[in-house]
């Protein structure tokens, strides 16, 4: 592999496990509350769980776009937001988060992977690129985890290890 191809792997990596401008997803959700993990803060139409679980399902979609010729998406908006009026236990809490962390996970394998070709074009797209998809996945995913901090900040859930 060529070393430019390396080195684009490496940012990619750096890129969907986050860190550098912006938090990563186990800084955001470290220590939150399990009692606020229903809770509706002020002026959010959903809540701290839906939002994980927003994060999930869309990273989820995105690599079995990229892997899977038989996926289908779920409806847009709806399909990717669990309705407003599911609440999580303690048990879909962790599910949210271990499946969202196996996800990325896999997504990780694809970038490290030498066989990946980043810049072909996925076959059953319509242009897009596996590079493209995980670009995509890494800006959502950041947009969302700085999302959850500042619910976190608006709700008072860090404690006293920021402010």
């Known amino acids: 592999m ?24 186990q ?3 470290a220590d939150f509350p399990r009692e606020d993990m229903n809770a509706n803060p002020p002026h959010v139409p959903y809540t701290p769980w839906h939002l994980l679980e927003h994060l999930r399902i869309t ?25 407003r009026e599911a609440r999580a236990d303690a048990a879909a809490w962790d599910q949210t988060i271990a499946s969202f962390r196996a996800d990325l996970q896999a997504l990780w394998e694809m970038v490290a992977d030498p066989s990946v070709e980043l810049h072909a074009q996925i076959p ?8 493209r998809e995980i670009l995509l996945v890494a800006d959502h995913d950041a947009y969302h985890i700085d999302e959850f901090a500042i619910l976190r900040q608006v709700m008072q859930t860090w404690g006293n290890a920021r402010h």
């Open 2 to 25: 060529m070393e430019q191809e390396l080195l684009l792997r490496e940012h990619l990596y750096t890129l969907l496990e986050g860190g550098n401008a912006h938090m990563t997803f």
């Open 27 to 29: 800084e955001a959700i």
């Open 59 to 83: 990273q989820w979609d995105i690599l079995e776009f990229i892997r899977n010729p038989g996926h289908i998406s779920p409806p847009w908006p709806q399909g990717y937001w669990p309705s």
């Open 124 to 131: 059953h797209g319509i242009g897009q690129t596996i590079l």
